[in-house]
C-alpha cells in the first residue's frame, strides 16, 4: 500500500496585514481581558440571557443591552473537536501543530457558548460536560488569544 502524501499548497511568505475595528462590545470585553484577565458578557435586561461573546441587541427580545457582568473563567466543554489533520493557520501563515482540541465553552454564568482551543495534555478526559478553565497568555495584546486555551479541571 503506498503511503499517503500530504498535500499542502502553500501561497509563500506573502502577508496581507490588515486591521478591523471590534466595536464599542468587542473593545470592553478585549480590553477587560487584556488588562484585568476578566471575561465579560452583556445581559439582556428583558429576558436575562447572558451573552459571550457580547454583543448590542438580544437576538430574542430584539431589545438593546447595556449591563455587563463577568462570566467564567470556569465553564463546561458543550461541544468539541480534536483536530489531527493539519492545515494551514490563517491566523500565522504557517502549519498549525496537531493534534489540538477546539470547542464551545458554556462558561459559568453564560447563556451562550464561545468558541476556543482545548488543552489535550490528557485527551480522556476532554469530554462535553467537563469543567474547564481558561488559561490566559503571560502577554496579553488585547485579541482573541490572550485566553491561549481551556483545561479540564476535574
Ligand atoms: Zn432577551
Known amino acids: 500500500m503506498a503511503e ?6 502553500e501561497s509563500g511568505e506573502a502577508s496581507q496585514p490588515f486591521k ?14 487584556r488588562d484585568n484577565k476578566r471575561i465579560m458578557g452583556v445581559k439582556c435586561p428583558k429576558c436575562g440571557k447572558v451573552y459571550i461573546p457580547p454583543r448590542g441587541v438580544c437576538g430574542s427580545c430584539f431589545v438593546e443591552m447595556k449591563e455587563w457582568v463577568e462570566v467564567g473563567p470556569k465553564g463546561v466543554i458543550g461541544t468539541f473537536t480534536i483536530l489531527r489533520f493539519a492545515f494551514i493557520d490563517p491566523e ?9 482540541g477546539y470547542g464551545f465553552i458554556k462558561l459559568d454564568g453564560a447563556d451562550t457558548l464561545m468558541q476556543h482551543y482545548i488543552n489535550l495534555d490528557d485527551e480522556s478526559k476532554v469530554k462535553i460536560g467537563a469543567r474547564v478553565e481558561a488559561v490566559f497568555a503571560q502577554e496579553r495584546k488585547g485579541s482573541t488569544r490572550d485566553i491561549e486555551y481551556f483545561k479540564v479541571i476535574e
Open 4 to 9: 499517503k502524501e500530504q498535500l499542502i499548497i
Open 20 to 33: 478591523y475595528a471590534v466595536g464599542m462590545y468587542g473593545s470592553k470585553y478585549f480590553t477587560e481581558v
Open 92 to 100: 500565522t501563515g504557517h502549519q498549525k501543530p496537531v493534534p489540538y
